[in-house]
């Protein structure tokens, strides 16, 4: 039985020009805005308002785009948690016994399958 991902990656190789075309039209999409001109009659020197359609670059949707296809290539980034760790760093030669049994105890009671 042939595995799916292989099926999938042969389609996908053969179809590569579609693709590439597909991700350029993502790239380029433009919406159609109504908007309203002013213009100045040479003749009388009035002014009139006219409904005209321009096309726009689509921005929001373009970012879209570049989102899923950066999603879908490397995966959805992995959320960061800060956390502050407090070690008191300091070399085993300079602590005392008690210095040392005292932090024996620490990790031991932060981690007690170590005590077993």
Not at 12 to 39: G, H, M, P, Y
Not at 99 to 116: T, V
Request: charged content about 35%.
């Amino acid at each position: 039985m042939t595995d799916l991902r292989e099926v999938l990656d042969q389609a996908l190789d053969e179809q590569s020009e579609e693709i590439k075309k597909l991700v350029e039209q993502a790239f380029q999409q433009e919406k159609r805005r109504e908007i309203w001109v002013t213009i100045t009659c040479k003749g009388c020197g009035r002014m009139a308002k006219y409904p005209t359609v321009v096309d726009l670059p689509d921005y929001r949707e373009r970012v879209r785009a570049l989102d899923t296809l950066m999603t879908q290539a490397k995966g959805k980034p992995k959320e960061t948690v800060k956390q502050e760790v407090t070690i008191n760093l300091k070399p085993i030669h300079h602590m005392t016994m008690a210095e040392l049994e005292e932090e024996e105890q620490r990790i031991l009671e932060a981690h007690p399958e170590l005590g077993q």
